[in-house]
């Protein structure tokens, strides 16, 4: 079973192929971030344009690369959803289009659910597994019980917790994207020097909020008063303290998660994370240590996987279709799809 993946519901176009044997076949990403960098971030209008602009090169090379012609597929499987609307209405037409030129079916993949399930095509990972998903977009805690069987524990009230990253960046003067930014500045800093607020610690539950921390690193920032900038190593001090804040915060959530999803499946051994964030190092030492006291393993798949990406979604696609669930050509494109539509209240990212 061959099926082609399309993404485009934020700053990367990509497209792959991927099987039912857990093999990728092409694997294609397009990053934007140049067109965004004057920006500061993310600029929808400016994404989509960029994206109708070089999605069908991208998958004439996914095929190219794969050794495959359009005739080769079983299905389409394009993200239709949470993300940029204009983005994601050029991938769910660019998929259509192919699914009907080649009369395979259609399917419309919740880009949460792609990397929810990104862990089972690098892993021989069996269900249920806790997932701590943290990208610039997004930042919750899900059980994944099955294919399409989501308990959302948490989600983050405000900002995400990437974002928070390149918001922090920002301020900092450091760039965007921030996270990898931070990071580096972060290695000469003293994560002691400045006491920021570790948000939510303690509290029950499992959700997440970053806005006040930002408002903590703007306040220092300030307080240092540098009229010409800040000098190199109040950076790199800030840096460091807030990486040791944004750590200790999604530590404490994702404990909270652990008790939560023991509960529910005593028998489940693994906590997963993904997402942009995951690729940060002090976070994955932190969840190693706390996954192996709950005795779990910690499973983080390639950072290629990890990040936005369309080999992820063609693997949803293949889980999908193994089960029949296909979409039709009427789907529509949601810039809003939460996958746990029972715990849809809180004001999610999603
Ligand atoms: O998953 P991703 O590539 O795109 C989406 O947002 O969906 O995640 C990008 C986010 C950005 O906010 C970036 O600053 C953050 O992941 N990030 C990091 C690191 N590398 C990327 N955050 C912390 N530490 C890193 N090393
Ligand atoms: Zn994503």
């Given at each position: 079973?061959?099926?082609?993946?399309?993404?485009?519901?934020?700053?990367?176009?990509?497209?792959?192929?991927?099987?039912?044997?857990?093999?990728?076949?092409?694997?294609?990403?397009?990053?934007?971030?140049?067109?965004?960098?004057?920006?500061?971030?993310?600029?929808?209008?400016?994404?989509?344009?960029?994206?109708?602009?070089?999605?069908?090169?991208?998958?004439?090379?996914?095929?190219?690369?794969?050794?495959?012609?359009?005739?080769?597929?079983?299905?389409?499987?394009?993200?239709?959803?949470?993300?940029?609307?204009?983005?994601?209405?050029?991938?769910?037409?660019?998929?259509?289009?192919?699914?009907?030129?080649?009369?395979?079916?259609?399917?419309?993949?919740?880009?949460?659910?792609?990397?929810?399930?990104?862990?089972?095509?690098?892993?021989?990972?069996?269900?249920?597994?806790?997932?701590?998903?943290?990208?610039?977009?997004?930042?919750?805690?899900?059980?994944?019980?099955?294919?399409?069987?989501?308990?959302?524990?948490?989600?983050t009230i405000d900002d995400a917790a990437g974002e928070a990253f390149d918001k922090t960046a920002k301020l900092l003067g450091l760039g965007y994207p921030g996270g990898p930014a931070i990071e580096r500045a972060a290695k000469s800093g003293d994560p002691l020097r400045f006491p920021l607020?570790?948000?939510?610690?303690?509290?029950?539950?499992?959700?997440?909020?970053?806005?006040?921390?930002?408002?903590?690193?703007?306040?220092?920032?300030?307080?240092?008063?540098?009229?010409?900038?800040?000098?190199?190593?109040?950076?790199?001090?800030?840096?460091?303290?807030?990486?040791?804040?944004?750590?200790?915060?999604?530590?404490?959530?994702?404990?909270?998660?652990?008790?939560?999803?023991?509960?529910?499946?005593?028998?489940?051994?693994?906590?997963?994370?993904?997402?942009?964030?995951?690729?940060?190092?002090?976070?994955?030492?932190?969840?190693?240590?706390?996954?192996?006291?709950?005795?779990?393993?910690?499973?983080?798949?390639?950072?290629?996987?990890?990040?936005?990406?369309?080999?992820?979604?063609?693997?949803?696609?293949?889980?999908?279709?193994?089960?029949?669930?296909?979409?039709?050509?009427?789907?529509?494109?949601?810039?809003?799809?939460?996958?746990?539509?029972?715990?849809?209240?809180?004001?999610?990212?999603?």
């Amino acid at each position: 079973m061959l099926i082609l993946g399309i993404e485009t519901s934020c700053d990367e176009t990509a497209a792959a192929v991927v099987d039912d044997n857990r093999r990728i076949h092409a694997d294609v990403v397009l990053s934007q971030t140049k067109l965004h960098v004057p920006y500061g971030g993310v600029v929808p209008e400016i994404a989509a344009r960029a994206h109708l602009e070089h999605l069908d090169r991208l998958v004439t090379q996914a095929l190219g690369e794969a050794k495959l012609g359009f005739g080769d597929l079983d299905a389409v499987a394009a993200t239709g959803g949470p993300g940029l609307i204009g983005g994601v209405i050029v991938g769910v037409t660019m998929g259509k289009s192919i699914a009907l030129a080649q009369g395979i079916p259609f399917l419309g993949i919740n880009h949460l659910e792609g990397h929810a399930l990104s862990a089972r095509l690098s892993h021989d990972l069996p269900f249920p597994y806790l997932l701590l998903l943290v990208s610039g977009g997004h930042c919750q805690l899900l059980i994944v019980e099955g294919v399409g069987r989501y308990v959302r524990l948490g989600t983050t009230i405000d900002d995400a917790a990437g974002e928070a990253f390149d918001k922090t960046a920002k301020l900092l003067g450091l760039g965007y994207p921030g996270g990898p930014a931070i990071e580096r500045a972060a290695k000469s800093g003293d994560p002691l020097r400045f006491p920021l607020p570790r948000p939510l610690k303690g509290r029950p539950g499992c959700d997440f909020s970053f806005a006040g921390l930002k408002t903590a690193v703007r306040q220092t920032v300030e307080g240092l008063g540098a009229r010409g900038g800040l000098a190199p190593q109040d950076i790199a001090d800030v840096a460091a303290s807030f990486q040791a804040a944004v750590a200790e915060s999604l530590i404490d959530r994702t404990a909270h998660a652990i008790a939560a999803f023991t509960e529910r499946h005593p028998s489940g051994r693994h906590l997963v994370v993904a997402g942009g964030v995951a690729a940060n190092t002090l976070l994955r030492q932190s969840l190693e240590t706390l996954a192996n006291a709950h005795d779990l393993t910690l499973i983080a798949p390639p950072l290629r996987l990890c990040t936005d990406n369309a080999a992820m979604i063609a693997w949803a696609g293949v889980e999908r279709f193994k089960l029949n669930l296909t979409d039709r050509l009427d789907f529509s494109p949601r810039p809003r799809w939460p996958l746990d539509p029972t715990s849809a209240g809180i004001r999610a990212k999603a």
